[in-house]
DNA sequence: GACACCATACCGACCAGTTGGTATGTTTAC
DNA sequence: GTAAACATACCAACTGGTCGGTATGGTGTC
């Protein structure tokens, strides 16, 4: 449909000198954090990216378009960010779920436009009246769900065989939590509250993943 | 500074008949939860409200100013609300928390902007542009994590004495599973994940208050 | 290897519609 | 009568998007 990568040069040359679409898309995941996806205007991008607006609408056929292509590529950066991390060392599946949880709580550092995700602030404002939108969060949160699965699953297997929810649920859970997180940090201004958060989730899937422990009856 | 309450009048008319400012209020709880606070015109709301823009502007310094009150009454309903519950009526401090939880899973019902929370998607798009909107959510928020604490910490006492958390840590905790519900209700547009969230909730308030029983030793 | 041809990447002036906000007039309640 | 509660007409600034044009580098042909 479109050309995505024009062809490299035999050379690499030292400076990066990314192209203006990579600079729009990145500068896009720090805006729209910040101002929400209406309020950042396409000549704030253009401003921000060093780029003009024949140059914008020559990458993205509109503002929309944007929109879900930033999606797409906050959702590959926060892929290999997590690929990377150091917690699916751990041999235990219920090690490296509390691992994520870990790392989560560690990258909670620097700015609220850094650290929180795109896709919630999104889909919130965009649900409703842009559905290619809604649909690359959506696709977005879930894929990062399911990269969750296999540990939880795992960890299930081995901790709770019996319990009554699916790993799926619990993997929207965790991720619930973080999205909630996010919304008090906004409007606390600090990451406090996300870390008081993440030792409650903690606390819950250990206490879900404790081995073999009757439930009181209450 | 400004008059807010014009006179009642001396006979209650059989119609409602809402001042402008009170439908102009009552619109914007469903527009702005629908299309978010900067895609919500000046004009979208007069319309809904079936008033002119002379008397938005009467009422309202600004679009910000009407956010402001938007988000008080959007607070003020919600107390209301939950106020009026029934789940206060349990004798057991922690059966009313449950109840709240559950009563949280029953009015997930009707359309997502109605169910969703102004003040999360509010936050969201204003807390770096809108200090003042930023602020307004954050009363509300917070004011409704207090409404709960007084459960929370007789649970608590009775129940987890020796717990590490806050009282006041597991209000919000709770507030976040909430507001990231919303989020991924929005995603999937449907109240599912919501319901599974709100399930899991529950069950981590269950096993934090469990009457004495001993972590185990992982 | 020179030259025409062409696709891609980018530029920036311009446009029509929209936006928040204002100025001023009219109606209504007491 | 007077002040609050509207209504109407209007505006300047901004917004997403368009459009004609240029710079550059690859490719086929002779």
Redesign the pocket.
Known sequence: M??R???K?AVESAAPAK???TKLLDVSLTLIRAKGY?A?????LCAAAG?????????F????TLAVAAAEHFSAGAEALFAAAPYHRADDPLERLLGYVDFRAAILTGELHDYTCLLGTLVQETYASHPQIRAACERGLSSHVEALLPDIEAAKRRYAPKAAWSAESLGYFIQSVLQGSFIFSKSKQSAQVARRNLAHLRSYLELQFAPAKPRAAR
């Open positions: 479109r050309t990568r024009p062809k040069h192209d203006a679409r209406a950042t205007t396409v000549d704030d780029v003009t607006k024949g140059a914008f609408f020559h990458h056929e509109s503002k929309e």
